[in-house]
């Protein structure tokens, strides 16, 4: 696929793990002709999410449209991100949303790679093992390493277990979480999400001690061996730009801006 192309595989692959959020802590899913809704009603901008819109019409059509999309967040009382891609309608929705109050919240890479040409580089760091969160205990030691190398606040920290916990483990769930262990300790997260076009990388984080080393990118890579072995062909995600190097370095190229927009917190 073109760049063009895997931008709107991007875009859409964002959506399907704001559904899975939504669901998996019970909220609803609103899947529109022209955008899919996401709200999962817990109190954390990130599990909740306008994704995909394709607004046609007037000015007026489309205003109206915005102001939809705010009501809907609004009947649950929680902030929310509207994703615009480069696939979003219209082309200018960036100013609708700036007319309805809502701010910028990030402008990121958004990234792919084709997994045949990955550099598939060893770890080089003694005593690191990646594996996937296979039970339980395996899932506490992801969340407080999530919770801990973001980090997370205490409100998003309790929302980012209530998304995560009832998705299980392993084939159970379409989502697949790792963790690196260093010397025993959890150090490094990512995970991987097996979705209708690609498979994406998600949660990527390491211990602010022990970063610098290719522990976030030996995690990286991992889920990435294990999305070959399953056939998967190519993968996209979201870059910070703490992040932007060592996907470059993996092979990951930039398809577009991710821009996410929001009311203020």
């Not at 696929?1 to 192309?5: K, V």
């Not at 039970?135 to 995560?164: G, K, L, M």
């Given at each position: 696929?073109?760049?063009?192309?895997m931008?709107?595989?991007?875009?859409?692959?964002?959506?399907?793990?704001?559904?899975?959020?939504?669901?998996?802590?019970?909220?609803?899913?609103?899947?529109?002709?022209?955008?899919?809704?996401?709200?999962?009603?817990?109190?954390?901008?990130?599990?909740?999410?306008?994704?995909?819109?394709?607004?046609?019409?007037?000015e007026?059509?489309?205003?109206?449209?915005?102001?939809?999309?705010?009501?809907?967040?609004g009947?649950?009382?929680?902030?929310?991100?509207?994703f615009?891609?480069?696939?979003?309608?219209?082309?200018n929705?960036?100013?609708?949303?700036?007319?309805?109050?809502?701010?910028?919240?990030?402008?990121?890479?958004?990234?792919?790679?084709?997994?045949?040409?990955?550099?598939?580089?060893p770890?080089?760091?003694?005593?690191?093992?990646?594996r996937?969160?296979?039970?339980?205990?395996?899932?506490?030691?992801?969340?407080?390493?999530?919770?801990?190398?973001?980090?997370?606040?205490?409100?998003?920290?309790?929302?980012?277990?209530?998304?995560?916990e009832?998705?299980?483990?392993?084939?159970?769930?379409?989502?697949?979480?790792?963790?690196?262990?260093?010397?025993?300790?959890?150090?490094?997260?990512?995970?991987?999400?097996?979705?209708?076009?690609?498979?994406?990388?998600?949660?990527?984080?390491?211990?602010?001690?022990?970063?610098g080393?290719?522990?976030?990118?030996?995690?990286?890579?991992?889920?990435?061996?294990?999305?070959?072995?399953?056939?998967?062909?190519?993968?996209?995600?979201?870059?910070?730009?703490?992040?932007?190097?060592?996907?470059?370095?993996?092979?990951?190229?930039?398809?577009?801006?991710?821009?996410?927009?929001?009311?203020?917190?």
């Open positions: 696929m073109n760049p063009e192309q931008a709107g595989v991007l875009e859409r692959h964002f959506a399907e793990i704001q559904a899975l959020y939504a669901r998996a802590a019970g909220g609803e899913v609103r899947e529109d002709a022209d955008v899919q809704l996401s709200a999962s009603g817990l109190p954390a901008r990130v599990v909740n999410a306008a994704n995909v819109a394709q607004f046609r019409g007037s007026a059509d489309v205003t109206a449209r915005v102001e939809d999309v705010k009501a809907f967040f009947r649950f009382g929680v902030p929310f991100r509207w615009v891609g480069p696939t979003s309608a219209p082309a929705l960036i100013e609708f949303a700036e007319q309805a109050g809502l701010g910028k919240l990030s402008d990121t890479p958004g990234m792919a790679l084709d997994i045949a040409t990955m550099n598939d580089e770890t080089t760091v003694d005593g690191l093992d990646v996937e969160v296979a039970d339980a205990a395996d899932f506490e030691a992801w969340w407080q390493t999530c919770v801990d190398s973001f980090p997370f606040d205490p409100i998003i920290a309790d929302a980012w277990r209530r998304v995560h009832p998705l299980g483990f392993g084939d159970a769930s379409p989502l697949h979480n790792y963790i690196g262990w260093l010397a025993g300790r959890p150090v490094a997260v990512s995970a991987i999400l097996y979705g209708r076009e690609t498979a994406g990388i998600w949660n990527v984080g390491t211990m602010a001690d022990v970063r080393r290719g522990i976030g990118r030996e995690t990286t890579l991992q889920a990435l061996r294990d999305a070959r072995a399953r056939g998967a062909t190519t993968s996209v995600l979201g870059s910070s730009p703490m992040g932007f190097p060592v996907y470059t370095r993996i092979g990951f190229t930039e398809v577009c801006r991710i821009r996410h927009f929001g009311p203020p917190a």
